[in-house]
T-cell receptor, first 116, second 114 residues
């Protein structure tokens, strides 16, 4: 079984500052992927960044970086230089690298509000 | 290359009715997954279809059923609708063997059950 925990229901950040969204996970899969998605009020789930369980380096995608600490089972998202358009719901998710590859387990999300 | 599309965008039904939601997967993707997202919660996995067969199911009752067609598009059917079925239903497509099994989501269908 897989479980994702996001302990911050809501976060506020000042425009242009950095913010860290927390995510811890639990799984029995030996190989897995960790994902972060952004969901604006329109509802679409926008892929942000991916980290494989065997990747040696932390993933980065533009202003997004993933602070992966495998021993602590954490995969925190760091957003640098926050913009007003970053205000949205953010979900951490994981998928096992197996035949049931379409099954993602999501956390309950963190609502990020960027203040001008 | 077209992305994942879903129809309809919004739907209002009454308790006890049946509903069919549709999803067209991204070009080249052979796996479709369906998720239910209740208000204020993360998406919950309903089931996955691969090569027209159900290949994995979450904790949902049998009145949630689906189909996948030869062109990899998919339907989600829900019978005997209950008030708690009100949610955003997300479809996601992926391809086995693709880098990290990347999964792309559609815009969702918002179902309201009265």
């Amino acid at each position: 079984a897989q479980k994702i925990t996001q302990t911050q229901p809501g976060m506020f950040v000042q425009e242009k500052e950095a913010v860290t969204l927390d995510c811890t996970y639990d799984t029995s899969d030996p190989s897995y992927g960790l994902f972060w998605y952004k969901q604006p009020s329109s509802g679409e789930m926008i892929f942000l960044i991916y980290q494989g369980s065997y990747d040696q380096q932390n993933a980065t995608e533009g202003r997004y970086s993933l602070n992966f600490q495998k021993a602590r089972k954490s995969a925190n998202l760091v957003i640098s230089a926050s913009q007003l358009g970053d205000s949205a719901m953010y979900f951490c998710a994981m998928r096992g690298h197996n035949t049931n590859a379409g099954k993602s387990t999501f956390g309950d999300g963190t609502t990020l509000t960027v203040k001008p | 290359e077209t992305g994942v599309t879903q129809s309809p965008t919004h739907l209002i039904k009454t308790r006890g009715q049946q509903v069919t939601l549709r999803c067209s997967s991204q070009s080249g993707h052979n796996t479709v997954s369906w998720y239910q997202q209740a208000l204020g919660q993360g998406p919950q996995f309903i089931f996955q279809y691969y090569r027209e067969e159900e290949n994995g199911r979450g904790n949902f009752p049998p009145r949630f059923s689906g189909l996948q067609f030869p062109n990899y598009s998919s339907e989600l059917n829900v019978n005997a609708l209950e008030l708690d079925d009100s949610a955003l239903y997300l479809c996601a497509s992926s391809s086995t063997g693709a880098p990290y099994n990347e999964q792309f989501f559609g815009p969702g269908t918002r179902l309201t059950v009265l």
